[in-house]
């Protein structure tokens, strides 16, 4: 049967109403699995995120697959942690999405940034100084600090951050620790900015993201009540960690480590290292170490064997066993709340 016509014209236009609609939508790359969890959230059903780094890779250093690297170069809008924690992608945002929106999180406003700790052991005021916080408004779990920090931020950040961009094939450890998505009120806080941009490029859906993101920011105070009363009895457990990358997760539920193996996940440590921390292991009176699923366990089992240290407890920052997804994030930092809950349990 043919159409008459007359009715093309009228028709048209009501074929093609699907494909402006999609278009409408940004085209959004991210870098790590936390991330990509985060921004699904905010997207909802509107769509997915693409993620540049693949789950088990180690993000201070990636070779992209062809598809992460056409994934940004067809970005609206690409969010990552920080240069300091990728800063390889720093030469492939700029080439492949120079015209797409970048956000930076570990720069967004009400995002507390730490400093690396030093040294294989860490003393307890580590855990009390070299901080800094902006206030997050609205956001009960976030404490108040005063203004003389924000200045702390300028001059520190501007002391490192050379340090950290230029070297592309490692991980720096002079300057802002980049782990920041292991405190959930800064998760809350790269919501809203995931959020605003969106409702930017996408006006149309604008009330959507911000909605979704509202909603997974009281998701986030309720898995923050919940793991602060699974941890309040594991308070004084004393572990190490594979490498120093959890201590977001540590100050937030005042479960603080007592050291670390090794400084990034992308370098071996040192003898000196190793032998500071045996040497030091009965006087901090550790009762676990955490493995990390992409190393090899030979190394722990080396550095603490004959101490009676629990060593088959495993923890890590990406979450690499976890499906991608909005559950992702969740379930991330329940692990971690896990491995330390077992650690206590153990040392009964």
């Not at 769509?47 to 201070?60: E, R």
């Not at 479960?255 to 921390?277: K, N, Y």
């Not at 994030?329 to 971690?336: E, F, G, N, V």
Request: hydrophobic share 40%.
């Amino acid at each position: 049967m043919t159409m008459h016509t007359s009715l093309r014209p009228l028709l048209l236009p009501c074929l093609l109403l699907p494909a402006v609609a999609a278009a409408e939508v940004p085209s959004v790359a991210v870098d790590i699995p936390p991330v990509h969890s985060l921004v699904e959230r905010v997207m909802g059903d509107l769509g997915t995120p693409q993620l540049v780094i693949q789950p088990g890779a180690s993000p201070h250093g990636y070779a992209m697959r062809p598809s992460e690297a056409e994934a940004l170069a067809q970005a609206d809008v690409v969010f990552w942690v920080s240069d300091g924690l990728t800063p390889w992608l720093a030469k492939a945002r700029q080439s492949l999405a120079a015209d797409a929106q970048q956000v930076e999180l570990m720069e967004s406003a009400g995002t507390q940034r730490l400093t690396y700790r030093q040294g294989a052991t860490f003393e307890a005021h580590d855990h009390d100084e070299h901080h800094e916080h902006e206030e997050h408004k609205g956001h009960r779990h976030h404490e108040e600090h005063d203004g003389h920090e924000h200045e702390h931020e300028h001059d520190a950040h501007d002391g490192h951050e050379h340090e950290q961009h230029a070297g592309h094939d490692h991980h720096d450890h002079s300057g802002w620790d980049p782990h920041g998505w292991l405190d959930p009120v800064n998760a809350q806080a790269w919501l809203e900015a995931i959020a605003t941009s969106l409702a930017e490029l996408d006006p149309d859906n604008a009330d959507i993201y911000r909605h979704n993101a509202e909603e997974a920011r009281g998701e986030l105070d309720d898995l923050i009540d919940e793991l602060e009363t699974r941890l309040q009895q594991a308070q004084g457990t004393r572990f190490i960690v594979f490498h120093d990358a959890y201590q977001y997760f540590e100050r937030r539920f005042d479960v603080p480590a007592a050291g670390a193996i090794s400084l990034g996940d992308a370098s071996d440590p040192s003898p000196a290292r190793i032998r500071e921390i045996q040497q030091r292991v009965a006087e901090l009176g550790v009762q676990c170490v955490f493995r990390e699923p992409q190393f090899n366990p030979a190394l722990v089992d080396s550095v603490f064997q004959g101490t009676g240290v629990e060593t088959s407890l495993v923890i890590d920052p990406l979450g690499v066993d976890l499906p991608l997804g909005t559950e992702l994030y969740p379930a991330l930092l329940r692990q971690l709340a896990d491995g330390v809950t077992r650690c206590a349990a153990e040392a009964e």
